[in-house]
């Protein structure tokens, strides 16, 4: 099996999701960097309600976006995810979110999750979850401070 | 009227912001920055609504948060917030969320917004507005990558 | 094209879904719904988001919802959805949601609608939107209370 | 120390909890419902969270709301919250919500929860926590379909 080293994932904006300003409401960009991320763990082979179960938990410990344009109701969003680095207790993961009809490019992300135990104490990756997955140089600039720095 | 410099707004953990690792999902803290930032206007004068019946929108563009332990449910969590910088399109904000019973730091983070016209176009700041922030030092190092560098 | 009198939505229980019961938790059912509903109407020739853009509002007016078995997180949740009963000013939508992988029963569920102006006055819906529903009878017993008794 | 019979908790609609139609999304009543209810029990001398400790689980099994004046961004909603009814393994809240400023009416409702265990099997609710509740008659007729038939 060839493992994809960018996913993509489809979401469509639903009604609850837009504020009053009319667009996407802005946190809810985390929940869909969450979506493609589990989608993207399970085109690894892995499935994060597995890994759950064998007592690994996956905590955000950092977010940063960056919004371009807007998404409005009923979009379908395309969300591009990749694993940016994948250290012995900490996963980064790079996004980009393009509208799907278009292509135009709606936001950047970078998501870094830390690992814990049962107990929320930080752990180690065990060295089979590490072995999924291909960190690859981002396909899209981020654009975001410091986004490039230090990984 | 003493403008303040450092607000600080009061949440509490709701059992609908919890997730099954027990804690308070991490895009619930977005949602914690916009109401501890509507409530820093207030107390400086501007209500956002009011601002919005002007024309006027003011848009996150960029969000950054590092999470530094989990809040729980029944959890009451301190949102200090200040006014980083004010620039002609642009505001940028601090954050840093604090255990309210204890004082632990749970999470600090950095929220840019662009000010937009009804038709979402990007529009000025009014100098009524931008009068109304007195930017400050962030009183908690952020912690932030990139997050002093050019701002 | 054959209008179909029973809809098919499938969405996955995302993480955000989740509470510290484990579980789904019980406020996302509304949205599933209105996810359901968006599809309907799709199927039927309606865009909802045309149907807002024409000036009409569809405000929900009335939920209930049973829970019947949880949902739990990656869990493929199938939601069927028809039309109850079409009247001039209100539609009334029933579902039933389903374990897509077993059948098992989730929730059933009734949503009424009022037709609303751009002013979210009271209005009627447009005889052409009328005409794009065929009420059906319940495919399944929504054992809500009062749910069949003046409907 | 004298029990509340009926007890009123105040929530402001953040932006988040608006939608493109201007009001706050129908969804987002569930979970003020929830968080008065929450209210209600420390007020009775239970917290929930030390409820969950013991191994109780209260989950809602039926959620019925009407929906009668929208909520705005920025408004406060008073939520007037009371036990209907208490059996071996079941109780039932009865909710208006209000308008804090002008007492008009926006929603009221009614919600069921069943007693479960750790397991989330179906359970008893203690004999000290059934004690804690008073019933009451609805102070504010709901208007629910069924509502008083068989409560």
Chains 1, 2, 3, 4 share one sequence.
Do not use: K
């Not at 996956?58 to 940063?64: T, W």
């Amino acid at each position: 099996m060839t493992v994809p080293t960018v996913s993509e994932t489809l979401v469509r904006v639903n009604y609850s999701e837009t504020d009053q300003m009319g667009v996407a409401y802005h946190a809810r960009y985390l929940v869909w960097l969450d979506i493609a991320r589990t989608e993207h763990l399970r085109l690894c082979g892995a499935s994060y309600r597995d890994l759950e179960s064998t007592g690994l938990r996956l905590a955000v410990s950092e977010v940063a976006v960056r919004y371009r344009q807007p998404a409005r109701f009923d979009d379908r969003v395309r969300i591009r995810c990749w694993v940016r680095e994948v250290g012995s207790r900490r996963i980064t993961f790079g996004y980009a979110l393009e509208h799907a009809d278009d292509g135009r490019l709606l936001a950047t992300a970078r998501v870094a999750l830390l690992a814990l135990d049962r107990s929320m104490a930080l752990s180690r990756l065990p060295a089979e979850v590490r072995g999924l997955f291909r960190p690859v140089a981002d396909p899209v600039p981020l654009g975001l401070r410091g986004a490039s720095a230090d990984e």
